[in-house]
C-alpha cells in the first residue's frame, strides 16, 4: 500500500474555504509537499513544509502538520473555480540513499461549484 | 526558460510494439525522474537518475528501460509495449538537495 494516503474527493462551494487532508508514514526527517494538477498538465508545486515545522501560510494557502499523527493539511481560503484540479500530497526523505525520491498520495480531486 | 519538456504529448502503439520517450530539461539539474499516472494511484515512480550516466530501479521498473547518456535528457524506453502501459508518464527533475520537482506536460500512452 501507499505511504501517503488522502482522500479522493472534495466538493467545496465558491468563496467558502477548502481543507484536503493527507498522513504519512516517513518518521524520518523529511519535506511535505502539495503539488496541484489542472486537466491535461503536468504537477505544479503549491507549497511545502519541513517536518520541523507546524505551519506554513502563502497568501490563501495554509499547511498544517501535526507530526505526532503524521497529518498534513492543505487549506484554501476563498476558494475560486480556478482551484478546482486535483491536489497530491508527497513526500521527500532526507535519508542519504532516498535520491530526492517522492512518496506521492493518490491525488483528491477538488472541485468548486458556484 | 523551456523548463522540463517532453516528447511526444500522446501516442498510441500498438502491442509488441517498441518506443522511446524523451524528456529534455534546461536547468542544468542534477536528477531526473519518469514518473507513470494512473487513476487512482497518484505517481508511481519508474526509473531515475542521480547523474549523466547513471540511472536506477523505481517503484515500477518491470518493462522500461532508461538512459541517460547526457546531463539534460532522460530517455524512457519501451521496448515490447502492453496494455498495462497504457498511462501518463511525467519526467521531472531537480538540482541536487533541491526542495522541489520541476514536472513536464506529461506524456500520454495509450497501448491497444
Known amino acids: 500500500g501507499e505511504d501517503v494516503e488522502q482522500s479522493l474527493f472534495l466538493s467545496v462551494r465558491e468563496g467558502d474555504s477548502s481543507v484536503i487532508n493527507c498522513t504519512y508514514t516517513d518518521s524520518s526527517s523529511t519535506y511535505l509537499y502539495w503539488y496541484k494538477q489542472e486537466p491535461g498538465a503536468g504537477l505544479q508545486l503549491l507549497t511545502y513544509?519541513?517536518?520541523?515545522?507546524d505551519m506554513k501560510q502563502d497568501q490563501r494557502l495554509t499547511v498544517l502538520l501535526n507530526k505526532k499523527d503524521k497529518h498534513l493539511s492543505l487549506r484554501i481560503a476563498d476558494t475560486q473555480t480556478g482551484d478546482s484540479a486535483i491536489y497530491f500530497c508527497?513526500?521527500?526523505?532526507?535519508?542519504?540513499?532516498?535520491?530526492?525520491?517522492?512518496?506521492f498520495g493518490a491525488g483528491t480531486q477538488v472541485v468548486v461549484t458556484p | 526558460n523551456a523548463g522540463v519538456t517532453q516528447t511526444p504529448k500522446f501516442r498510441v502503439l500498438k502491442t509488441g510494439q517498441s518506443m522511446t520517450l524523451l524528456c529534455a530539461q534546461d536547468m542544468n539539474h542534477e536528477y531526473m525522474y519518469w514518473y507513470r499516472q494512473d487513476p487512482g494511484m497518484g505517481l508511481r515512480l519508474i526509473h531515475y537518475?542521480?547523474?549523466?550516466?547513471?540511472?536506477a530501479k523505481g517503484e515500477v521498473p518491470d518493462g522500461y528501460n532508461v538512459s541517460r547518456l547526457k546531463k539534460q535528457n532522460f530517455l524512457l524506453g519501451l521496448e515490447s509495449a502492453a496494455p498495462s502501459q497504457t498511462s501518463v508518464y511525467f519526467c521531472?527533475?531537480?538540482?541536487?538537495?533541491?526542495?522541489?520537482?520541476?514536472f513536464g506536460s506529461g506524456t500520454r500512452l495509450t497501448v491497444v
Open positions: 537518475s542521480v547523474g549523466e550516466g547513471t540511472t
Open positions: 521531472a527533475s531537480s538540482p541536487q538537495g533541491s526542495y522541489g520537482y520541476t
Open positions: 508527497a513526500e521527500r526523505s532526507l535519508i542519504p540513499d532516498s535520491w530526492g525520491k517522492f512518496q
Open positions: 513544509i519541513f517536518s520541523n515545522m
